[in-house]
């Protein structure tokens, strides 16, 4: 059975900088492609951030672009979000998830599960 726990949030004030991690019990956890979601209080969840099985690949929404840095160890079947110069519209509860196929690599939501609780960040202004 899936199961990811995420940790590393936090209230943190506009400019500032977190690290998500998600440990992730998968089995063949590096043949999995590992994605990162968000969602505030009233919005779409949005898909922010996704990195393939290797780890050789990474993509990023447009909103976090050049802010935020997805990261995995497949050694320890981690997966982490380096989050920097975050904004009061980073607030949202983070949500990682796990690729629905294995060797395969896509940044399409629809194409990944989401098995933990989240992780709550408040971003101050």
Known sequence: QVQLVESGGGLVQAGGSLKLSC????????????????QAPGKEREFVATISGPGSRTDYADSVKGRFTISRDNTKNMVYLQMNDLKPEDTAVYYC????????YTTSSAE??????GTQVTVSS
Do not use: E, I, K, N
């Not at 998968?26 to 968000?38: H, K, N």
């Open 112 to 117: 990944y599960d989401y098995w933990g609780q």
């Open 97 to 104: 998830a796990v690729g629905r196929r294995s060797y395969y």
């Open 23 to 38: 440990a992730a019990s998968v089995r063949l956890f590096s043949v999995y492609s590992m994605g990162w979601s968000r």
